[in-house]
């Protein structure tokens, strides 16, 4: 164990949160490591213009911000890995996280900044027709759908922003929401309302998505009456929400009943000396690019102040 690597600062993920961390902490001299984990980018890598983060005057692709936060980082020095964190243990300090299942690091401080991963509805059929015309992303495989009807399920912002996104694509969107309203902001609700290729369907609830190989149609059902019909379609997508990615914290770091890390107020300090959360995967208010990103640098800030705690 004696050629064990020892790392000053770990940043586990890399979407704004992550990013924004490295920056600062390059910029500290902490010498950061950032994996990248399974989604380099996070959750923006699959959504379309970001058009409401500052400096972009004219909005900026999802993918294409992140690479520019990533090259940000790698110019502050930044070391940016492709990796996954598969355990840690936080019991003794410095930290021991495992990588890739085949090496252990050892770390003074580390910043969680794994995100969060979209919802399913749980269906057999979603989970068979997967990559095969069923997506959790619209904006990377709606391209394939052109000029043909597709069906999203969803009610908040990103179903809707998915919904719009793929009217300009295909012929027909058929929205399947589950309620009787949506709960998406109005701005976001009246677009939806107002494009004409956009079909709403209130109160319903998906059945099946029906098709051998690839998606033929999906069958719902209106919670109210009972009725059940068939919608012909080439595409399901499904934007339902999100749940954070700490599952490998479990037992280890202080979470919510939703799995979101909890951390101290008007910080990102965990209950672990040492280990900080920021982004998506401490906050399930927020949300945004914007506020992941601060939280990101809070998370360096943190880190930076408590490794000069161990240097005296």
Known sequence: ???????????????PAGYTAAIY??????????YQGLQPGGQLTITTEVENYPGYPNG?????????????AQRMGADIRWGMITKVDFSSHP???????????????VIIATGASAKWLGLESEERLNGHGVSACAVCDGFFFKNHEVAIVGAGDTACEEALYLSKLCTTVHMLVRKPEMRASKVMQDRVLKTANIKVYWSTDTVEVQGEHIVESVKVRNNVTGEESTIPVKA???A?????????????????????????PGSTRTNVTGVFACGDVQDKIYRQAVSAAGSGCMAALDAER?????EH
Request: glycine share 8%.
């Open 95 to 109: 930290h021991r996280v495992e990588v890739d299942e085949e090496k252990w690091i050892e770390a003074d401080s």
């Open 60 to 72: 900026i692709m999802g993918p294409q911000m992140m690479i520019d936060f990533e090259q940000q």
């Open 1 to 15: 164990m004696s050629d064990i690597e020892k790392v000053h600062c770990l940043i586990i993920g890399s979407g």
């Open 25 to 34: 902490a390059a910029r500290a001299n902490l010498k950061p490591v950032l």
């Open 236 to 238: 399901f997508f499904v």
């Open 240 to 264: 339902i929400g999100h749940e954070p990615n700490s599952k490998l914290f479990k037992g280890i770091l202080d979470m919510d009943d939703q799995g979101y890390l909890i951390t101290q």
């Open 306 to 310: 408590y490794l000069g705690t161990l």
